[in-house]
């Protein structure tokens, strides 16, 4: 039996299209147009398509997008500067840095300066805190791409049996903390824990976000459970060595004869991530300006 494939670019265009309908009625009702700046350093080729990306789909769902491309050289103290003047300004809605940011900079400092209500990638010491004790906040991007997707394929998680692998601060620990507000049952697995394959063989729900390229394998899952695959790894193509291939945390090609469902890798949460910014930018809006906000775009 074949695995239903959970379809994130479809998925990402509906939550896309939920955030468009929402802006377009915050400037016809409201006159307000949301406003998304994103800031970079340095040059890491990877962090400038993401970043490409974000601005493209920002201006796409009719907000405002500001992009600060800052020399991998800047002081922490110019990048803080930066950040005061984002936190101060009106048109800006949602703040987000991308990280990784280079060695000479601080990245707790970086991400603990932004104005808690406008940290659209929920990275704020308050905003963790806040997802920690079951309180409103904003949530990080990907876990909550991954639970709007449990979320449509199960309709209730409760009592669910969770296994999440990997224990990072944007996804391992928030996807475990999202998972426990929804009564799911939570592991939190990673590279040390013993037998990880019998943990997992236990979970009605694996979230792998470990960053081992095809490591959790198709004997690890039980049948019928939903694989939810976070990697995005880049390996060397099989048919021609001077090419790379995406693959995720995920072995795919096993996973999918056991598991009921699965994301693939690409297609699956990667799409889903740059929409729940857009999502949390349109919240953060909708925060702070009082207004009610989109029903089914946050946890
Ligand atoms: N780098 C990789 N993923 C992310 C993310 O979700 N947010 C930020 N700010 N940087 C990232």
Same mark, same amino acid.
């Given at each position: 039996m074949s695995a239903t494939i959970i379809d994130g670019k479809a998925f990402a265009a509906t939550v896309r299209a939920k955030v468009g309908k929402h802006v377009a009625h915050l400037k016809a009702e409201h006159g307000i147009t949301p406003g998304l700046a994103v800031v970079l350093v340095g040059e890491d080729p990877a962090s400038e398509v993401y970043v490409r990306n974000k601005g493209k789909q920002t201006l796409e769902v009719g907000m405002v997008s500001f992009e600060h491309k800052l020399d991998a050289s800047t002081s922490q103290e110019d990048l !803080? #500067? &930066?950040? #005061?003047q984002l936190n101060a300004d009106p048109s800006v809605h949602g703040i987000l840095c991308q990280l990784p940011v280079p060695d000479h900079i601080d990245s707790n400092t970086i991400l603990n300066a932004i104005d808690p209500a406008k940290d659209v990638d929920g990275f704020h010491i308050l905003n963790v805190g806040l997802l920690g004790t079951g309180q409103k906040s904003m949530v990080p991007c990907t876990p909550l791409g991954c639970l709007m997707m449990l979320r449509e394929h199960h309709? @209730? %998680? @409760? *009592? !669910?049996?969770a296994v999440v692998v990997g224990r990072s601060n944007i996804v391992g620990k928030p996807m475990a903390q999202l998972l426990l507000g929804d009564s799911c049952t939570v592991t939190i697995a990673h590279s040390? $824990? /013993?037998d990880l394959a019998e943990v997992c063989r236990r979970a009605d729900i694996v979230v792998a976000a470990v960053g081992r390229p095809r490591m959790v394998q198709g004997d690890w899952i039980k049948p019928g459970a939903t694989v939810i695959d976070v990697g995005i790894n880049r390996v060397q193509h099989p048919d021609d060595p001077a090419k790379m /291939? !995406?693959? *995720?945390?995920?072995?795919?090609a096993s996973c999918v004869e056991v =598991?009921? =469902?699965i994301t693939p890798v690409p297609g699956g949460v990667g799409p889903m $991530?740059? =929409?729940? &910014? &857009?999502?949390? $930018?349109?919240t953060a809006c909708c925060r702070a300006n009082g207004v009610a906000e989109p029903e *089914? %775009? $946050?946890a």
């Amino acid at each position: 039996m074949s695995a239903t494939i959970i379809d994130g670019k479809a998925f990402a265009a509906t939550v896309r299209a939920k955030v468009g309908k929402h802006v377009a009625h915050l400037k016809a009702e409201h006159g307000i147009t949301p406003g998304l700046a994103v800031v970079l350093v340095g040059e890491d080729p990877a962090s400038e398509v993401y970043v490409r990306n974000k601005g493209k789909q920002t201006l796409e769902v009719g907000m405002v997008s500001f992009e600060h491309k800052l020399d991998a050289s800047t002081s922490q103290e110019d990048l !803080l #500067a &930066l950040i #005061a003047q984002l936190n101060a300004d009106p048109s800006v809605h949602g703040i987000l840095c991308q990280l990784p940011v280079p060695d000479h900079i601080d990245s707790n400092t970086i991400l603990n300066a932004i104005d808690p209500a406008k940290d659209v990638d929920g990275f704020h010491i308050l905003n963790v805190g806040l997802l920690g004790t079951g309180q409103k906040s904003m949530v990080p991007c990907t876990p909550l791409g991954c639970l709007m997707m449990l979320r449509e394929h199960h309709g @209730s %998680l @409760s *009592g !669910l049996d969770a296994v999440v692998v990997g224990r990072s601060n944007i996804v391992g620990k928030p996807m475990a903390q999202l998972l426990l507000g929804d009564s799911c049952t939570v592991t939190i697995a990673h590279s040390r $824990t /013993k037998d990880l394959a019998e943990v997992c063989r236990r979970a009605d729900i694996v979230v792998a976000a470990v960053g081992r390229p095809r490591m959790v394998q198709g004997d690890w899952i039980k049948p019928g459970a939903t694989v939810i695959d976070v990697g995005i790894n880049r390996v060397q193509h099989p048919d021609d060595p001077a090419k790379m /291939k !995406l693959v *995720g945390d995920v072995d795919f090609a096993s996973c999918v004869e056991v =598991a009921g =469902a699965i994301t693939p890798v690409p297609g699956g949460v990667g799409p889903m $991530t740059i =929409a729940c &910014l &857009l999502a949390n $930018t349109v919240t953060a809006c909708c925060r702070a300006n009082g207004v009610a906000e989109p029903e *089914g %775009l $946050t946890a």
